[in-house]
């Protein structure tokens, strides 16, 4: 890095690099891009030669340039640290990633973060702004997999955090097991942080809380936002949520301005916690209980928040959106404490508990009480078409989730053009998934760490199981022939009563 200029591309050949004068930190780091042009031209680049599924290399296996021991990519020293902006890491793994307050317009694309440390730790931690995280995975220790954090808060100098995480994936393999201060858990995080964006985000297979401290101060939430400080504006759109040990969503009381869109959550221990002030819409929450998971003891579970309901607003004092909605198959309540959250369009089934606990009153004109399977809830991420789901929400939409397509054009940062647009690019197969895969499969701070999608095996389809399978086949059905192109192999009928002219 001493020896490259603005712009430069260092492409670093396959291995294991492991010695101190490989870390990034405040006194080696690289110079900053020049910003302008297009695509690539706008970073320094720092990249793999060989990244698996690029340029006819092999997508099945892990990545081949790893920094581990003493090669760290270390959070700066709070606002000591340099203004680096514009670089563009790509294809490479490491123990741990924290960049500074003063990075700005940082690409991370294809990258691994595989936590190695237990405590008060982050996977994967951006305290910068307008930073752009594509295609990334998070696993292994750390209590926190993807954290925003705005080390610069309280002068602002640097302004709101604007972050962006597009198609990431967060599994939350070991969470403070060894280290008794207890603090929260969660899968992403925006701390402080403003204007946090999540597109196409997946927490999954965070089923484990044996491997997590006994007793944390919160099993907080998958997608959490823990501190009330202002207006924090959390956007969430295509999300999901699977097979994950603690609430889908909670945001904290008195912050605002968070939106909720397509988000599907199946197979946990709680649904949305909105304290501060949301507007859901089209969310599909599916099997919630804490009694889904096997916890160390009743004290963890104790720390569980938002346990078994659909949606609870703990009484928050701002108001709240919840429309266009699907919650089946709860612990207790449907919807709790609504003394705030304006909800309409929704159906519900085998709740427990209350349909609407405090107030019942709550409950709205467009309320509907049936199995949502069987009315075209076949797939966690579709509602089937010309079904009665399709038609039931407001102004003739649907009512439930729709995660399809592609979100925001490849590359591009929060605000601007198209970052967070539906794309005519469909989101299925998952780009990258036997990669994925690959490298989820080598954490070493699980007892099996080919659990879930890692695991071994064929789905519903007879095919291997792989990332897109295993979320399309979670309610029971098998993966769509579409997803992967037609199964059927019989050849079509020689055509019958032509004639050549």
């Keep these: 890095m001493s020896k490259m200029t603005s712009g430069d591309t260092l492409i670093i050949a396959d291995g294991e690099y492991t010695t101190s004068n490989n870390t990034i930190w405040q006194f080696n780091y690289p110079p900053s891009g020049p910003g302008t ?19 006819g290399v092999p997508c099945n296996q892990p990545l081949k340039v790893k920094f581990s021991g003493d090669a760290k990519f270390s959070d700066q020293a709070g606002l000591a640290g340099p203004h680096v902006s514009w670089v563009k890491f790509w294809g490479i793994r490491w123990e741990g990633i924290g960049t500074g307050s003063y990075w700005d317009h940082i690409y991370f694309k294809q990258v691994a973060s595989h936590g190695i440390a237990d405590g ?3 996977t994967f931690s951006i305290t910068g702004q307008y930073n752009l995280l594509e295609d990334c995975i998070a696993f292994g220790k750390g209590r926190y997999k993807f954290l925003f954090y705005d080390n610069s808060r309280e002068n602002q100098t640097r302004g709101p955090g604007n972050n962006l995480c597009r198609r990431c994936i967060s599994r939350q393999d070991w969470a403070k097991k060894e280290d008794p201060t207890p603090d929260p858990i969660a899968g992403f995080c925006s701390y402080y942080n403003r204007g946090s964006g999540f597109l196409n985000c997946v927490i999954i297979d965070s089923d484990l809380p044996s491997e ?26 295509g999300c999901i949520v699977v097979n994950t040990a603690m609430a889908a969503y909670l945001n904290r009381q008195g912050s605002s301005g968070h939106v909720i869109e397509d988000f599907a959550g199946i197979h946990l221990a709680g649904g949305l916690g909105l304290q501060g002030s949301t507007d859901a819409d089209r969310v599909t929450l599916v099997d919630l209980g804490v009694d889904n998971f096997v916890y160390r003891s009743t004290t963890q579970v104790s720390t569980v928040l938002i346990p078994d309901d659909g949606v609870n607003s703990f009484r928050g004092d701002i108001p709240s959106t919840f429309h266009d ?7 207790d309540d449907g919807m709790d404490e609504l003394a705030n959250i304006a ?12 349909t609407y606990s405090w107030p019942s009153s709550a409950q709205p004109p467009h309320f509907y009480y ?7 809830l076949r797939y966690p991420l579709r509602i089937e078409s010309n079904s009665a789901l399709s038609s039931r929400g407001s102004t003739g939409g649907q009512i439930g989730a729709r995660i399809t397509h592609r979100l925001g054009i490849d ?10 647009t539906e794309q005519q690019v469909s989101l299925w197969p998952w780009p990258l998934e036997d990669w994925i895969k690959s490298e989820m499969k080598t954490s070493q701070y699980t007892p099996n760490p080919q659990r879930g999608f890692c695991a071994e095996g064929t789905g519903l389809n007879g095919s291997p199981i792989t990332l897109t399978s295993y979320l399309w086949e979670y309610l029971g059905s098998p993966c769509p022939d579409e997803i992967y192109g037609s199964s059927d192999t019989t050849p079509p009928e020689a055509p019958k009563n032509l004639t050549i002219k």
């Design 343 to 354: 909800n309409d369009y929704i159906q519900m089934y085998a709740i427990k508990g209350s």
């Design 212 to 237: 997590w401290m006994n007793d944390p101060t919160e099993l907080a939430g998958a997608f959490y936002q823990p501190v009330d400080e202002g207006p924090h504006s959390m956007i969430m759109k």
């Design 411 to 420: 590359g591009t940062f929060k605000g601007e053009p198209n970052w967070d």
């Design 120 to 122: 008060n730790t982050t």
């Design 325 to 331: 909605s699907i919650i089946s198959d709860t612990k």
């Design 37 to 55: 042009g297009t695509g690539d031209e706008r970073f320094t680049v720092i990249r793999a030669e060989n990244i698996p599924g690029i340029n």
């Design 370 to 376: 049936s199995n949502p399977q069987d009315d075209g």
